[in-house]
Every structure is written in structure tokens, then in C-alpha cells.
């Protein structure tokens, strides 16, 4: 079944400390992208990577950092200069930059 | 700059028709989008119109678009609980061309 998974369904940070959440694609897809989600404000783009070992800030990427290696894989860090990172993140790809967004089940990042 | 709109809430009853409606900014948009979404998942796409299209339906949603006002809207006919959700429109220009903009969401509730 091709789709996009993405892990843990639910993350606990520490203050003070880094997490990673996992966004992996078998649709051969060239285009990423991490979206953050709170109750009431849509979606707000983090990042997006077009192709591999490419990507560029969205709307929201302070306190955030991504990296490209593999075409299949989009893994976004929450650092710990994100003051407010309880969110519900969601990763998305596509065949290329503006074309329809395949969405992964999301990760609800929670503050310990 | 670009903006899509939609009302934040509708409740219907059950066996009763849905309309939800979206107004977007950007005339030169190729495609607009309504995408799904069900409480702690992601976004589910559910249908998408061509800009020189006026109407498409598929099954029990019908999608109306009005390029000169930039309206677009999603009837869903004989609404069931189910049907519950956030439902997000959103409109692109097609592929290299920039990202999907989402409006806010429209939660529909769907009473018995």
C-alpha cells in the first residue's frame, strides 16, 4: 500500500530537549512538506523540500529544522528554541510543488 | 495577498443537505481543493476542481465554482453523522508554482 507514515502518533518533550518526528513516503514523491496544526488556526507551513538536499523555510520555521537526505524520508526536529511546540504536526507530499497533498495521520507533540 | 475564507462552524441535521462555502483571492488559482479531516487524523482528500470547470460532482458531494465572485463551495447531499468533520478548501497554481494555500477549516456537525 503506497501512503505516507508518520511516527510516534504521540511525543512527550522535555524543556530544554531536541524531538524528532519521522515522515516516510512510498509514492515517489519529489515534494515534502511539515505542517503545524492548533485547535482553531489551520495549517501553517514549516518546511517544504522540493527535492533532495533542498528545502526552504515556510511561514513558521523558527525553532524548527529539517533535512532532505533520501527522497523517501522528511524528518523535522522540534529544538528547543521553539517556546511553543505543543501542536499537532502533520507531514504531506506531492509530485511536485503545487500539486494536490497527500497527508500523513500526524503526531500530536505534547509538553512534558 | 493570497487568502481563502471560510466560516469557521455548520451544523446540520442528519438526512439534510451540507453546503459549505469558501472565497478565495487569487484569480490566476488552477486548482482549488477540499480536503477532509476526522479528530486526530490527517487530511483526506475528497475532491478537487479545475479552474475552467463550473461544476463537478462526484457521488454525494458536488463542487460549484464561481470564478467571477472566487466562490467555491461543497454540497454534500443526505449529510450522515459521519460526515462529522473539519473540511479545509484550498487553491494552488498548479505545478512549480508555489504552495497549496488552506483556508482555516469549516467544522461541520452533524446532529441525529
Known amino acids: 500500500d503506497g501512503g505516507i507514515t508518520q511516527s510516534p502518533k504521540y511525543l512527550f518533550r522535555k524543556e530544554g530537549q531536541n524531538v524528532t518526528l519521522s515522515c516516510e513516503q512510498n509514492?515517489?514523491?519529489?515534494?515534502m512538506y511539515w505542517y503545524r496544526q492548533d485547535p482553531g488556526q489551520g495549517l501553517r507551513l514549516i518546511y517544504y523540500?522540493?527535492?533532495?538536499?533542498?528545502?526552504q523555510k515556510g511561514d513558521i520555521a523558527e525553532g524548527y529544522s529539517v533535512s532532505r537526505e533520501k527522497k523517501e524520508s522528511f524528518p523535522l526536529t522540534v529544538t528547543s528554541a521553539q517556546k511553543n511546540p505543543t501542536a499537532f504536526y502533520l507531514c504531506?507530499?506531492?509530485?511536485?510543488?503545487?500539486?494536490?497533498?497527500?497527508f500523513g495521520s500526524g503526531t500530536q507533540l505534547s509538553v512534558l | 495577498g493570497e487568502d481563502v475564507e471560510q466560516s469557521l462552524f455548520l451544523s446540520v441535521r442528519e438526512g439534510d443537505s451540507s453546503v459549505i462555502n469558501c472565497t478565495y483571492t487569487?484569480?490566476?488559482?488552477?486548482?482549488l481543493y477540499w480536503y477532509k479531516q476526522e479528530p486526530g487524523a490527517g487530511l483526506q482528500l475528497l475532491t478537487y476542481i479545475f479552474s475552467n470547470m463550473d461544476m463537478k460532482q462526484d457521488q454525494r458531494l458536488t463542487v460549484l465554482l464561481n470564478k467571477k465572485d472566487k466562490h467555491l463551495s461543497l454540497r454534500i447531499a443526505d449529510t450522515q453523522t459521519g460526515d462529522s468533520a473539519i473540511y479545509f478548501c484550498a487553491e494552488s497554481y498548479g505545478g512549480s508554482q508555489g504552495n497549496l494555500i488552506f483556508g482555516k477549516g469549516t467544522k461541520l456537525s452533524v446532529k441525529p
Open positions: 523540500s522540493q527535492i533532495v538536499n533542498d528545502f
Open positions: 509514492l515517489n514523491h519529489d515534494a
Open positions: 504531506a507530499s506531492s509530485w511536485q510543488q503545487g500539486e494536490k497533498l497527500f
Open positions: 487569487d484569480s490566476s488559482s488552477t486548482y
